[in-house]
Structures are given as C-alpha cells and as structure tokens.
C-alpha cells in the first residue's frame, strides 16, 4: 500500500493564487522529504529538499520565494506555490525517506493547472 | 552535478520476450542506483535498486546489473507481461550523502504488445 500521501491529486486555478500541496509519510517518520516538479512526457526534476525542522534545501534555478516549503514534523511537508501563473502548470511530486540511505518512497504527484 | 542518459526512449516487445533499459551516468562517486515504474498520472514507484557494492541484483522477473568501471547500469524485465507496460525511470544518487536527491533519467515508455 502507499507509504506516502500526497493533497490535493488535482487543482485548477486562477493566475495569481497561492496553492498549497501536502505530502505525509503515513507509516513511518521521514527525516528528509523531497519534492520533483515533471512536465509531460518529460523526467522527474529535483527541486529542492527539506529536512523536519530546518530551511529547505533548493536546487539552483529553483525560486524559493515562489516554491515555499515547510517541513513542519516528521511526517508532513508542504509546498506553496505563491502567485502562480500559467508557466507554473506541472506536475508535483514529493517523496521521503525512512533514513539516511533509504530508498525514496513517492507520492502519486499534484497535477497543477494554472489558467 | 550529475548526469544520467536513458535508452532507449521507447521500447515495445512482444508479451513472454525479455526487455532492456540501459543508463549511464557522468558522477563517479554516485553509488545508489534505483529502477521506478510509472505509470499514468501515477508517480514513481520504486521496483528495484542496487548500491556500488554489488554487480548485480534480482528479484523474480525484474534483475539490475551495475558496472562501476563503464558507468552503466541496466534494467533487465524477463518473461513481460501487459501490466509491465508503463514508462520506467533509472536514477542515481551523486556523492556519498545518505539523504540527497535523485538524478533521473529521461524515462523508457515500455510498451508490451499482446
């Protein structure tokens, strides 16, 4: 079964809103979550890392002040994409990890539409 | 940073065949290597990894050889089935860091044709 859960699967909205998405580790505490951004037909694209209780780790090219992320507890880490716009419509996917050198579990990803 | 190459991009075999994915990757020092299965709007799930310590590893219908020395490593599927059909993603993880992201591939559309 599916070790991690990802909120909202689908969101369509507006240029100019604010959308949150949430990724939980249902059976375990994830010392460190990850979140990947993938575009159509395309590979997964590491955006940034976050560890429970620290600043989030972002990949160069990554806006962090567009891409916030909290990694508020152990099992809960969220994305907020501020003032969305169209070239922002992807696809979002977290994933954690048990420990260090475990492997990745991944949610089933956001599909995010910005009109 | 690193970097991994996919092939093929597509990949269609007839239902009881064998099929195989093959990656490269740039980072020496990269030394885990996991296989996911993606199918549509799904996200990834892992089925299969290999560490730098071990050439190569199986389970049931699914096996992955690793060659440290080419930098490659490769998916091997046996006996496929339709609901083997989905795209496959290779990925590797750079420096010896026990919590860092992963590089993937570009990703292998494997269709299995009844």
């Known amino acids: 079964g599916a070790v991690v859960s990802q909120h909202p699967s689908r969101v369509i909205c507006k240029s100019g809103t604010s959308v949150k998405i949430e990724c939980r580790s249902l059976?375990?505490?994830?010392?460190?979550m990850f979140w990947y951004r993938q575009f159509p037909k395309q590979s997964l694209m590491l955006m940034a890392t976050?560890?429970?209780?620290?600043?989030?780790?972002?990949e160069q090219g990554v806006e962090k002040d567009k891409f916030l992320i909290n990694h508020a507890s152990l099992t809960l880490s969220t994305l907020t994409v501020t003032s969305a716009h169209p070239e922002d419509s992807s696809f979002y996917i977290c994933?954690?990890?048990?420990?260090?050198?475990?492997?990745?579990?991944f949610g089933d990803g956001t599909r995010l539409s910005i009109l | 940073g690193e970097n991994v190459e996919q092939h093929p991009s597509t990949l269609s075999v007839q239902e009881g065949d064998s099929a195989v994915i093959k990656c490269t990757y740039s980072?020496?020092?990269?030394?885990?290597f996991p296989w996911y299965k993606q199918e549509l709007g799904k996200g990834p799930q892992l089925i299969i990894d290999?560490?730098?310590?071990?050439g190569e590893k199986k389970d049931q219908r699914i096996a992955v050889t690793l060659n440290k020395t080419a930098k490659h490593f490769s998916l091997h599927i046996t006996e496929t089935q339709p609901e083997d059909s989905a795209v496959y993603f290779c990925?590797?993880?750079?420096?010896?860091?026990?919590?860092?992201?992963?590089?993937f591939g570009k990703g292998t559309h494997l269709i299995i044709q009844p």
């Open positions: 980072d020496s020092a990269s030394n885990y």
């Open positions: 990925a590797a993880k750079e420096g010896g860091g026990g919590a860092d992201g992963l590089t």
């Open positions: 290999i560490r730098s310590n071990v």
């Open positions: 976050s560890n429970e209780g620290s600043k989030a780790t972002y």
């Open positions: 059976d375990f505490q994830a010392t460190t």
């Open positions: 994933s954690a990890i048990r420990g260090a050198y475990q492997p990745q579990h």
